[in-house]
């Protein structure tokens, strides 16, 4: 056997070998040479080439540096350079967008301050005066009106202002007892478990103390004026530590000393809880003494009926509303047509969405009966009968027999259950626009600013701050009406764009969402716009 001068050679004999266990490849690092007849070699001999690569593999295989070599390189000048180079620029960077950060915070228009808010600022006030005349006849009284609680949650009202209920013998002043709950009404379990059910809806419950509620004056007599504060004392003192969320009293412009009683009850009422709330009622329209009532004491929400008269509509809302909004100031206000009545009682037919707008919209809280959202009407008054709050109206069975005093014709479409859902209904637009009220800035405590417009019509913006703004446009008359706005330049000023996308209009005929260009803005008779558009720095 030969052998090569640079490998070692190993001859097999593979016909030694059975054919079905031959080997069909070499190991990594090995040259097979297989050598078939003459030659050299003998016949069936593979000479199988092993070469020393595992060695040389191993010897050119790289384990790294030692930790003397690392240190030995890591001190060398160039990377010692590198090294302070990199830090520098990571410091650079970073103090550079720190600095960056400064400077947007310090150009960023600041945020107004929010105002102190009470709950009752935050939304709608509903009032159910007669509870046996807003439940079904069958289910009347205390137990029934917690049942309703899940319909008033859906009008987004925050606060429900209910009674009197306390026992009032009729302009008996002695028998009359505030602090105890007419049994024909309910009991004051009864009261506990509406209470207790309301706050889990965060509903509040304003009750309402009125004295002689059933009897010619609901004061009594002035000379009786010193025994009804002592009861009205007392009476606030139980009913607050029974945990209602405040007091109502109305008819105050009969009452001897008014300014003076109404700062004493607001005082027991704050000192208890800065949440509870004082609300009086006149049915005075007499501006001056409107003011003379709501400077007796801060915070007195006071409804009155300044905007009810028999002019009402077309100029005289706008006329009415911008007087109270400058005469009252700084103080908060409420917005009604009267202290008791039905919007019906004041308002014709095609005006009353105008007014739900209008109240949702002005800066105050809305105060509303039972009934308005849905259009009632009072009860017709037969002869010799006093007159009967109207029956609410859920469904078909709520309507009266013809014996009995009615709240109009079996018209479905005059229902809770005919309205709900239908897209244009009284009750639709109310609860539209209740919805908008209590989560909108700009609703809530915006700012007030009113737009020149055309005759018949009122138009104003509510903004606040850096969000949303609303613009409201509403047309009293009966006539269509082209909206002047005001110049391009003036709307710009006062950061109003060129279009504005319509959220509700009182009319059908416009989709919400609609873009309105506000120079050309034409509104329907009775028609009222909802529009709103983003702040622009």
């Given at each position: 056997?030969?052998?090569?001068?640079?490998?070692?050679?190993?001859?097999?004999?593979?016909?030694?070998?059975?054919?079905?266990?031959?080997?069909?490849?070499?190991?990594?690092?090995?040259?097979?040479?297989?050598?078939?007849?003459?030659?050299?070699?003998?016949?069936?001999?593979?000479?199988?080439?092993?070469?020393?690569?595992?060695?040389?593999?191993?010897?050119?295989?790289?384990?790294?540096?030692?930790?003397?070599?690392?240190?030995?390189?890591?001190?060398?000048?160039?990377?010692?350079?590198?090294?302070?180079?990199?830090?520098?620029?990571?410091?650079?960077?970073?103090?550079?967008?720190?600095?960056?950060?400064?400077?947007?915070?310090?150009?960023?228009?600041?945020?107004?301050?929010?105002?102190?808010?009470?709950?009752?600022?935050?939304?709608?006030?509903?009032?159910?005066?007669?509870?046996?005349?807003?439940?079904?006849?069958?289910?009347?009284?205390?137990?029934?009106?917690?049942?309703?609680?899940?319909?008033?949650?859906?009008?987004?009202?925050?606060?429900?202002?209910?009674?009197?209920?306390?026992?009032?013998?009729?302009?008996?002043?002695?028998?009359?007892?505030?602090?105890?709950?007419?049994?024909?009404?309910?009991?004051?379990?009864?009261?506990?478990?509406?209470?207790?059910?309301?706050?889990?809806?965060?509903?509040?419950?304003?009750?309402?103390?009125?004295?002689?509620?059933?009897?010619?004056?609901?004061?009594?007599?002035?000379?009786?004026?010193?025994?009804?504060?002592?009861?009205?004392?007392?009476?606030?003192?139980?009913?607050?530590?029974?945990?209602?969320?405040?007091?109502?009293?109305?008819?105050?412009?009969?009452l001897t000393d008014a300014s003076s009683l109404l700062a004493e009850w607001q005082n027991i009422t704050q000192s208890f809880n800065?949440?509870?709330l004082l609300m009086a009622g006149t049915d005075s329209s007499d501006l001056q003494q409107i003011l003379k009532l709501l400077n007796?004491?801060?915070?007195?929400?006071?409804?009155?009926?300044?905007?009810?008269?028999?002019?009402?509509?077309?100029?005289?809302?706008?006329?009415?509303?911008?007087?109270?909004?400058?005469?009252?100031?700084?103080?908060?206000?409420?917005?009604?047509?009267?202290?008791?009545?039905?919007?019906?009682?004041?308002?014709?037919?095609?005006?009353?969405?105008?007014?739900?707008?209008?109240?949702?919209?002005?800066?105050?809280?809305?105060?509303?009966?039972?009934?308005?959202?849905?259009?009632?009407?009072?009860?017709?008054?037969?002869?010799?009968?006093?007159?009967?709050?109207?029956?609410?109206?859920?469904?078909?069975?709520?309507?009266?027999?013809?014996?009995?005093?009615?709240?109009?014709?079996?018209?479905?479409?005059?229902?809770?259950?005919?309205?709900?859902?239908?897209?244009?209904?009284?009750?639709?637009?109310?609860?539209?626009?209740?919805?908008?009220?209590?989560?909108?800035?700009?609703?809530?405590?915006?700012?007030?600013?009113?737009?020149?417009?055309?005759?018949?019509?009122?138009?104003?913006?509510?903004?606040?701050?850096?969000?949303?703004?609303?613009?409201?446009?509403?047309?009293?008359?009966?006539?269509?009406?082209?909206?002047?706005?005001?110049?391009?330049?003036?709307?710009?000023?006062?950061?109003?764009?060129?279009?504005?996308?319509?959220?509700?209009?009182?009319?059908?005929?416009?989709?919400?969402?609609?873009?309105?260009?506000?120079?050309?803005l034409t509104l329907e008779p009775h028609e009222g716009l909802l529009l709103h558009f983003p702040y622009v720095a």
């Amino acid at each position: 056997m030969s052998h090569d001068a640079e490998v070692d050679m190993k001859e097999v004999e593979l016909n030694e070998l059975d054919p079905e266990k031959q080997p069909m490849n070499a190991a990594s690092g090995v040259a097979v040479a297989v050598a078939v007849g003459g030659g050299a070699e003998k016949n069936g001999l593979v000479k199988i080439k092993v070469a020393d690569d595992e060695a040389e593999e191993a010897s050119a295989k790289f384990t790294g540096l030692s930790k003397e070599e690392l240190l030995k390189v890591a001190g060398s000048p160039g990377w010692v350079r590198t090294r302070w180079a990199l830090l520098v620029l990571f410091w650079l960077g970073w103090l550079g967008m720190l600095a960056g950060a400064v400077v947007i915070i310090v150009q960023a228009p600041r945020c107004r301050p929010l105002p102190q808010q009470k709950w009752w600022h935050k939304g709608a006030l509903y009032r159910v005066g007669d509870i046996q005349a807003f439940q079904p006849r069958d289910k009347g009284g205390l137990a029934g009106l917690e049942g309703r609680l899940d319909y008033l949650n859906s009008l987004k009202v925050k606060g429900i202002v209910l009674g009197p209920l306390h026992t009032n013998p009729k302009d008996d002043v002695t028998g009359t007892d505030l602090k105890q709950i007419d049994p024909t009404l309910g009991s004051k379990e009864e009261f506990d478990r509406l209470l207790e059910s309301a706050k889990k809806k965060s509903i509040r419950v304003v009750l309402d103390l009125t004295p002689n509620y059933r009897g010619q004056n609901s004061w009594f007599l002035s000379a009786q004026v010193g025994l009804v504060a002592a009861k009205m004392k007392d009476a606030l003192e139980f009913w607050l530590e029974a945990g209602v969320d405040g007091f109502q009293v109305r008819d105050v412009e009969n009452l001897t000393d008014a300014s003076s009683l109404l700062a004493e009850w607001q005082n027991i009422t704050q000192s208890f809880n800065e949440e509870k709330l004082l609300m009086a009622g006149t049915d005075s329209s007499d501006l001056q003494q409107i003011l003379k009532l709501l400077n007796s004491t801060k915070d007195l929400l006071l409804t009155s009926s300044f905007l009810s008269g028999s002019s009402l509509g077309k100029e005289h809302a706008r006329l009415q509303a911008t007087q109270y909004l400058n005469a009252t100031g700084d103080h908060w206000r409420s917005w009604s047509v009267s202290q008791t009545g039905l919007l019906t009682s004041f308002v014709p037919a095609s005006l009353l969405r105008l007014y739900q707008l209008l109240f949702f919209t002005l800066p105050g809280t809305p105060v509303f009966s039972y009934g308005d959202e849905i259009g009632l009407l009072q009860a017709a008054i037969l002869p010799g009968q006093p007159e009967q709050a109207p029956i609410m109206l859920w469904d078909e069975s709520s309507f009266p027999s013809t014996s009995s005093p009615g709240s109009g014709s079996a018209d479905l479409n005059m229902t809770v259950k005919g309205q709900d859902n239908v897209p244009g209904s009284l009750l639709s637009v109310f609860r539209k626009l209740s919805g908008e009220r209590v989560k909108e800035r700009s609703l809530l405590h915006g700012d007030f600013l009113e737009l020149p417009s055309g005759p018949g019509l009122f138009s104003y913006i509510r903004c606040w701050d850096q969000n949303k703004r609303f613009l409201v446009v509403l047309n009293f008359g009966d006539q269509s009406a082209s909206a002047s706005l005001g110049p391009a330049d003036l709307l710009s000023s006062a950061g109003v764009p060129a279009k504005a996308e319509l959220l509700l209009s009182t009319q059908p005929g416009r989709q919400e969402g609609d873009s309105l260009a506000l120079q050309h803005l034409t509104l329907e008779p009775h028609e009222g716009l909802l529009l709103h558009f983003p702040y622009v720095a």
